[in-house]
């Protein structure tokens, strides 16, 4: 009786599947190759990038960052050279009437919310901090009203410490566009953000990609063909342009 043929096994021609670590590993390499690219194009483009909220001391920086929220700079920057005439210190802040605060920051938006903090932020900054704000990132986020992003504007801008990367709204969609991130979520991109960027770039990457964001990248029709990062920015989620009609 003939012996049954055995099947003849093929070679297996694909190729080996990398480990999901080494996956991981290869595509952050990636990411921070980009990331890198990115810092050195904003540094041209930006040299001297810095925060556009005027002020002259750590305290009126934290205010302003705080009346910011929800508001432009510009209109801020209309804002505070009265109220800090009027208290130009923690304690002189932490006792204004609050009726009378409120009205000065009356145009900044949600005024009556960002009265009671400031109040109560200058109050805390006045016993528990000799009238001094904290150089601290624990301290500053227990000041009432002052959540991460504030106190990394300060801690950074005025103190030079790279606490974390400042996500705002215009740094929150260039990460996405960039494809330095794929979260909305501004703590998300945050984290992300600081395992890109070497810590020393965290403070001006932040004003430059602001900068960035108010002059070309803006939230409707970026003007990419302006950008110098055109010819690698993957334009995540940015929707094509129309070509303009010619008139006729
Ligand atoms: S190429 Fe366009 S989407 Fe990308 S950063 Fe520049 S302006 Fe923004």
Redesign the pocket.
Known sequence: MPAAKRPISKPDRRRPKPAPSATKASSLAKRKALAAR?VEHLKVDYPEATCALENETPFELLIATILSAQCTDARVNMVTPELFRRWPKPEAMAAAPIQSLEKVIQSTGFFRNKAKNIKAASLAIAQRHGGQVPRDLEAMVALPGVGRKTANVVLGTAFGMATGVVVDTHVAR?SK??GLTAHNDPTKIEQDLIQLLPQNEWVDFSHRMIH??RQ???ARK???N?????SF????E?EPQKPKKKEL
Do not use: F
């Open positions: 990115v260039l566009r960039l960035h964001g070309l990248c803006a970026p003007k990419c302006q950008c110098s990062m055109n920015c993957p334009k995540i940015v």
